[in-house]
C-alpha cells in the first residue's frame, strides 16, 4: 500500500506484471479495455472497450440510461471500475485520483454545468489555471512569486473567454448568463488546465441550435490551432454527426456499434434501438 500511495502522489501507478497497454499508444490517446461498473446489480458499464484517436473528434451515443455518463466517470477518475484497463497518453489511470488525471492533461466537463455562481465569468475562467504558485504557503506569503503569474493568467483567461465568444460577459456573475453561455464558460475553464484531451458531456443540451453549432465549430477549431482530442456524448446527433471522425454507440451498458457517422447512421440496430424497431 505505501508504494501504491508513493506512485499516486507522483502520478504514477503500480502495475501487475508491467501491465503493457492494450493498443497502441502512438496512435491512440485513449485506450479503454473491457471495463466494467457494477451498482449492486445494475450493470451501468459491461465489458466496454474503445480507442481515441489522437486528434480526433469521437462521439459516444446511446439513450438515456445506457451508461455513457458512468463510462466518463470512469474515465476521468470519479469512479474505480470493477474491473478493466483505462490508458491515457500510455499511462495507465485506472485507480488514479480525478485530479491526478486533470494533471496528466485528461478534462473532463458536465451534463450541467458546474460553475461557482457567485464569482463572475472570468473568474470561473481563470479558476481553472494549474500550477498556481500560490497554492504552497510559502509562495502566498512572498507575493513577488505568485503576482507575476496571476497577471499572465488574466490575460491568457481574457484570450481564453474571447475565443469562446463570452467577452461580452466576462464581468457578469455566473448565475446571470444563460444556460449556452454556462457551457461556454465551463469549456473556457477547461481549456485554462491545457488539456490533451476533452471530455465533453452533451455540449449542446438545452443550447439553440445556431449555438449548439458554434459550439461544436469552436470543438473543431481547439483540435486544428491546439492539437486537442475530444470525446463528446450527444444527443443530438443531427449536429453530432456532422462534426465527428468516429461515433461508439451504447445500449444497457455495451458498446453495440461502432464506425463512421453515415456508417452508424444506417445501422439498422442503431435504428432499433432509438426508434423501437
Known sequence: MRLASILARLGLQQQVGGGAAPCDTSKYILCVENVKKYFGGVRAVDGVTLRVERGSIVGLIGPNGSGKTTLFNVIAGYYKPDAGQVWFDGRRIDGLSPHEIYKLGLVRTFQ?????RSLTVFENVAGGVKGHPGEMLRNAILWSRWVPFELKTGEKALDTIAFVGLSPV?????????????KLAELGRAL????KMLLLDEPAAGVNPTLARQIFEGIVRLREEKGITFLIIEHRLEILFDYVDYVYVMHQGRIIAEGKPAEVAENPLVAEIYLGG
Open 112 to 116: 450541467t454545468p458546474r460553475l461557482w
Open 170 to 182: 466576462a464581468g457578469n456573475m455566473a448565475d446571470a448568463i444563460s444556460g449556452g453561455q454556462m
Open 192 to 195: 485554462m488546465g491545457e488539456p
